[in-house]
């Protein structure tokens, strides 16, 4: 038997501990392009060639209520603010329980959650960029 415990999922932006996920999906992590891409000859031959695009985007889906809103903010502010990308940190998304892990020395704030305010808790997705990432998706 196997088991899954969200709990022992963890996400480090910048050093920084995420924490306060929303019910549900999470985390989302989305490679940007294709490991390989092919074509086929003529007459069916297929050749294909490896892909050097590493690039990936990651979806982090918090609490209205978390603290790790404000982190998020603040990348967002610093690389406003900053003429050298000082917004840009390393993220780390990991399965304690398992083998998989996401990982990343250059990510930056692609897109700041929309504002929903209603009488019940809302989300916020918060859309980071990564340059070049490793992965290995495996199981627990």
């Known amino acids: 038997m196997r088991n899954y415990d969200p709990k022992e999922v ?8 995420v924490a ?7 985390v989302r992590v989305e490679p940007n392009a294709d490991e390989f891409s092919d074509v086929a000859g003529s007459q069916g031959d297929v050749s294909r060639a ?15 209520t978390s603290p790790s809103n404000d ?13 050298n990308g000082g917004g840009v940190f390393s993220i780390l998304i990991r399965d304690r329980q398992g083998t998989t892990v996401f990982q990343a020395e250059e990510a930056w704030i692609q897109r700041r959650p929309d504002l929903t305010f209603s009488n019940e808790v809302q ?14 998706a495996g199981g627990n």
Do not use: C, K, M
């Not at 306060?20 to 999470?26: H, L, N, R, T």
């Not at 490896?50 to 690039?55: K, L, Q, Y």
């Not at 982190?71 to 003429?83: H, I, Q």
């Open 20 to 26: 306060g996920f929303a019910e549900g999906e999470f």
């Open 10 to 17: 963890s996400v480090i932006a910048g050093g920084h501990s």
């Open 50 to 64: 490896r892909t050097a695009d590493r690039r990936a985007t990651v979806t982090i889906i918090l609490q209205q």
């Open 123 to 136: 989300n916020r997705e918060w859309v980071i960029r990564v340059a070049e990432s490793f992965y290995f």
């Open 71 to 83: 982190v998020l903010s603040g990348f967002v502010e610093l690389d406003r603010l900053s003429p």
